[in-house]
């Protein structure tokens, strides 16, 4: 069946890196993105870039960009996300989605598989 | 906050109709996406594009637009519909995506 599995929980300390992946099976990788979304303790969904698997393009939230790195390996059918200077605000559970976009009147995107998750604690 | 406004919580009687809104910009020149969220699971997609349902969800579901606005609907709310509800878009500038800021349905 299509599935998102993802690395293990982590603990880092401020300003180090993290660094969490994702191994898709189950369809055609390079058919689609993988998007990485966040979600801190109480808090709402924080989309925060996604990249192409075919190519490798990437398009990273304004609020990651020059802090994140979104890789993907299509030999292996993985894709990787690290994040560079911790704080502590980055507490969160990171996921990773299988992502599609279509067009009608309207381009539309959307997110139709997902990872479990990977907790991550920052703290000192 | 977000460039997707949603109410923070709406609440529903059990059987009945339920509308859930998510108001921005660009959704007069995108289709929008909803995914329902349970504690501690992850997202999962509901209706996207037009109003178009992934394999696996109750027909229960549906989506419409008009405006800068975004519907997502639910005929006949089930107990196991309490949940988180995100909606996602395209960003003003078109160029990244965004999430609403959710709302919490409540079955009643």
């Known amino acids: 069946q299509v599935q998102l599995v993802q690395s293990g929980a982590q603990v880092k300390r401020p300003g180090a890196s993290l660094k969490v992946s994702c191994q898709a099976s189950g369809y055609t990788f390079t058919d689609y993105y993988i998007h990485w979304v966040r979600q801190a303790p109480g808090q709402g969904l924080e989309w925060m870039g996604w990249?192409?698997?075919?190519?490798?393009?990437?398009n990273y939230a304004q609020k990651f960009q020059g802090r994140a790195t979104m890789t993907r390996d299509t030999s292996i059918g993985t894709a990787d996300m690290v994040l560079r200077g911790l704080r502590s605000d980055d507490t969160a559970v990171y996921y990773c989605a299988r992502g599609d976009y279509g067009s009608g009147k309207y381009y539309y995107y959307y997110m139709d598989v997902w990872g479990k998750g990977t907790a991550v604690t920052v703290s000192s | 906050s977000s460039e997707l406004t949603q109410d923070p919580a709406v609440s529903v009687a059990l059987g009945q109709t339920v509308t859930i809104t998510c108001q921005g910009d660009s959704l007069r020149s995108y289709y929008g996406s909803w995914y329902q969220q349970k504690p501690g699971q992850a997202p999962v997609l509901v209706i996207y594009g037009k109003n178009y349902r992934p394999s696996g969800i109750p027909d229960r579901f549906s989506g419409s637009t008009s405006g800068d606005t975004a519907s997502l609907t639910i005929s006949g709310a089930q107990a196991e519909d309490e949940a988180d509800y995100y909606c996602n878009c395209r960003d003003k500038s078109g160029d990244h995506l965004v999430f609403g800021g959710g709302t919490k349905l409540t079955v009643l």
């Open positions: 990249i192409g698997s075919k190519r490798g393009d990437t």
